[in-house]
């Protein structure tokens, strides 16, 4: 079945240094969405790419979209301590599977100041 | 204030009891999602809805069990068919069927089986 890999599973940065989560798909997306959970909260949309190769940013976050629309990156610059969380990349189902997300497992992120 | 909201938050259950888990969105949207998370498991989904009365399995849902009579609710069963129950529930909920847009999460409700 379609599935959702994202790698890697925690990072620990210091304060002040980059980070990026990695998200591939099995299959070519329609579009990816990008979700943050802080610990002990529920997961919060951050933003959804449609476009092959789209870039967007939110502040220190980038956010990419591949030309294949199979992979995606986040990245973050200069990381800050309330950047902590959990970063989940998520895809929709086709066909039979249309109306749900496949979920990646996520990459748990730590910054010590 | 629109959302949706789950109850309890905490909940503890002896084994062998059936649980039942609320999830309310006064959103209007048209899809429910129940979603369970595991430590290092990410976000394994057990069971959706696209409209009222349908719903849909996930890659989870044996031990589980669902309703959806109203479009603002759908509230979830944990079955004493369920061999480790013990996890973080998430409901969510988007706003067209059919068409997987940004989902809205409930707080979450974490169940204990002692």
């Known amino acids: 079945g379609q599935q959702v890999m994202q790698i890697p599973q925690y990072q620990h940065v210091q304060e002040g240094e980059d980070f990026t989560t990695y998200c591939n798909s099995s299959?070519?997306?329609?579009?990816i969405q990008w979700y943050k959970q802080r610990p002990g909260g529920h997961p919060v949309f951050l933003i959804q790419l449609v476009k092959s190769g789209e870039v967007k940013k939110q502040k220190r976050l980038t956010f990419q979209f591949g030309e294949a629309k199979k992979n995606s990156s986040l990245h973050i610059t200069a990381t800050q301590t309330t950047d902590v969380g959990t970063y989940f990349c998520a895809g929709p189902g086709r066909g039979s599977t249309l109306g749900r997300l496949y979920f990646g497992r996520g990459t748990q992120l730590t910054v010590w100041p | 204030d629109g959302g949706i909201t789950q109850s309890p938050k905490y909940l503890f259950r002896k084994e062998g009891q059936n649980v039942t888990l609320s999830c309310e969105q006064n959103l209007n949207h048209d899809a429910m999602y129940w979603y369970r998370q595991d430590p290092g498991q990410g976000l394994r989904l057990i069971y959706y809805s696209q409209i009222v009365n349908d719903f849909q399995k996930g890659d989870i849902a044996e031990g589980y069990s669902v309703s959806r009579e109203k479009k603002e609710s759908f509230p979830l069963t944990v079955t004493s068919a369920q061999k480790n129950p013990t996890a973080f529930y998430l409901c969510?909920?988007?706003?067209?069927?059919?068409?997987?847009?940004?989902?809205?999460f409930g707080e979450g409700s974490r169940l204990t089986v002692l």
């Open positions: 299959t070519t997306l329609s579009n």
């Open positions: 969510a909920s988007s706003l067209v069927a059919g068409v997987t847009g940004e989902l809205f």
